[in-house]
C-alpha cells in the first residue's frame, strides 16, 4: 500500500476517493490498533442520537474523540471540559470529512489531583445552586420510628450502625443495598435515595423517618461514586432528612455538604439518629421529681397566699347583723302596720256602703235588663251580618297565605325577637352598670364637695338661735353659740363637746354650711 505514497510520473495508476479513505482508515487502525491517550478534555458535545463527541488536547494539538450511545454507559468517569483524563480506544477515520478520531470505550481520571480539581468544580457549581444553603438543611427527627440505610449489606458498616443502635435505642431499620465504590456507585445510591423518599407513608412497608448514607473509609478513587452529581442532586431533593457518613472524619464528599447532617464516622451517625434510651429514663425521672416539688411548692405558696387573704377578711357574722336588726324592726312594725290598713279599708268601706240603696239598685238592675233585651234582639242580625263580612275578608286573605311563608315569617320574627331581646339585655345590663357607676360617682363627688370633708379639714361651723351664724351682728345678737366641728359640736366658751355627732338642722335648708355659714 506504500506505493500509494511514492511519487511517480507518467503511468501512475488513478484510485477513487473511497479506495484513499479506506486505505487511511486500515492503514490507522492496523498501526495503532487499542491505545491510551492522556490530555486534557476540551470541546464537549452530546447529540441528540445519543452519541458524545468531544476533544482530547495538550498545549500544541487535538485529537477527537467519539464515545458512542451503547458505550456512555460503560464509562466509570463521564468527561467535563477541563478535566486532565487518559482514554483507551481504538484509533480510526472519518473519511467523509477527511478526518481521524479515537473511538473511547474508557474514561479514567489522570491523578488525585486532576480529581481535586473536578471535586472543587462540581463543588463551586453546586454551591452557586443554593444546594449548600443552611436554610434549606431540615433538623433530624428526635427519635425516628424507622430509620433507612443506604450502604453495602456485606461490609462493617451496617453491622456497626446496627449494633451502636440497639445499644442506645433499638429502632426500626431498612437496608437498602448498594455499591459503595466503583461504576455502579452512583446511580445505585441515587437510586436508593429516590426510593426511599418514592415509599408511602403509612403503607405496608413503612416509610423511614430518617436516612443514614454510609461506607468506610478509602482513597478519593474509592469515595468518587458519592461526588457524582447525580448523588449530590438525589440528596439535596430528598424530603427525608439524611445523615451522610461516608469515609472517615478526614475524608469529605459533595453529599457531605448537601446533607441535613454529616457525620464523622458511620457509628456517629447512629449516635446522630437516636437518643441514649437509659439517659432518657434517668432525664424522665429527674423532670418527675423536678414537678413534684414544684406542685408542692406551688400548693404550699398558694395555701399560705390564702390564709393571708383570709386574714382581712371580717367575721362572717359581721355581714349579717345589719340585715337581721332590719328584719327585727320590720318584723315587730309589721302587725301594727296591718290593723292600720285594715282600719283605713274598713273606713272607706263604710262611707261607700252608706250610699247604696236596694229601691236605686232594682231600678238599675231593671233598666240595664231592657237595655240588655233590646240589643239582644238586634244583636243576632248583626253578628250574622258581621260572620259573612268577616268570612268574605277571611276568604280573600286565605286564598293569598301560604303556610311556608307563614313560617318562614315566624322563624324570621323569632330570631328578631331573640336578637333583641339579646341586645336589650345587653343594653339593661350596660346602662344599668353605667348608671350605678356615675351614682357612686356623684355620691363621691358629693361628699368631697360637702360641707363635712371642710370640716374634716379644719374647719368649723358657726351656730345660733336660728341656724348658722354668718355675720358679727349675728353672733353678737344670738343667746347662745354652738361651734360645729368635724367630730362634733360644743358651746362658745364652755371647752366641752356638746355631742359627737352632727345636730339637727334647726329649720329646712341649714344642715350645711353651703351659701350659708361662715368657715374658720
Known sequence: MMDLFEDGTGNAPEFTVSEIS???????????????????????????????????????????????????????????????????????????????????????????????????????????????????????PYLPEVIGVVTSPSGAVIRDILHRLRERFPRKVLVWPVAVQGKACAPEVARAIEGFNAMTP??????????????????????????????????????????SAVGHETDTTLIDFVSDRRAPTPTAAAEMAVPVRLELMALNDQQGARLTRALGQGVMSRRQRLTDLARGLGRPESLTEGARQRLDSF??????????????????????????????????????????????????????????????RFDGVAGRLRPDRLSRGVVDQRRSFDALSLRLSRAAVTDHAARRDRLAAMDRLRETLGYKQTLARGYAVVWGDDGVVTTVAGAQAASKLEIQFADGRMEAGSGVAATTAPKPARKKGDDGPEGQGELF
Open 22 to 140: 479506506g486505505a487511511v482508515k486500515k492503514t490507522l487502525e492496523d498501526s495503532f490498533g487499542r491505545i491510551r491517550v492522556r490530555g486534557e478534555v476540551g470541546r464537549v458535545f452530546k447529540a441528540r442520537s445519543g452519541h458524545l463527541y468531544y476533544d482530547i488536547k495538550d498545549d500544541r494539538n487535538v485529537l477527537a474523540c467519539t464515545t458512542w450511545k451503547g458505550q456512555i454507559a460503560s464509562l466509570s468517569v463521564t468527561p467535563e471540559e477541563g478535566m486532565e483524563v487518559i482514554v483507551t480506544g481504538r484509533l480510526t477515520s472519518f473519511g467523509a470529512q477527511s478526518k481521524y478520531n479515537l473511538n473511547v470505550d474508557e474514561v479514567s481520571v489522570a491523578g488525585v489531583g486532576a480529581l481535586m480539581a473536578m471535586f472543587e468544580k462540581r463543588k463551586k457549581a453546586l454551591e452557586a445552586e443554593g444546594l449548600f444553603a443552611a436554610e434549606r438543611k431540615r433538623p433530624v
Open 331 to 392: 318584723d315587730t312594725r309589721l302587725p301594727v302596720a296591718l290593723r292600720a290598713l285594715a282600719s283605713r279599708k274598713e273606713a272607706a268601706l263604710s262611707s261607700v256602703a252608706g250610699a247604696l240603696r236596694p229601691g236605686a239598685l232594682r231600678r238599675l238592675i231593671g233598666q240595664n235588663r231592657r237595655t240588655a233585651d233590646a240589643l239582644a234582639g238586634r244583636l243576632g242580625p248583626a253578628l250574622g251580618r258581621v260572620a259573612a263580612t268577616r268570612r268574605e
Open 202 to 243: 403509612g403503607g405496608a412497608l413503612p416509610r423511614p423517618d430518617l436516612l443514614i448514607v454510609a461506607r468506610g473509609g478509602g482513597s478519593i478513587e474509592d469515595l468518587w461514586g458519592f461526588n457524582e452529581e447525580i448523588v449530590a442532586r438525589a440528596a439535596a431533593a430528598s424530603d427525608i432528612p439524611l445523615i
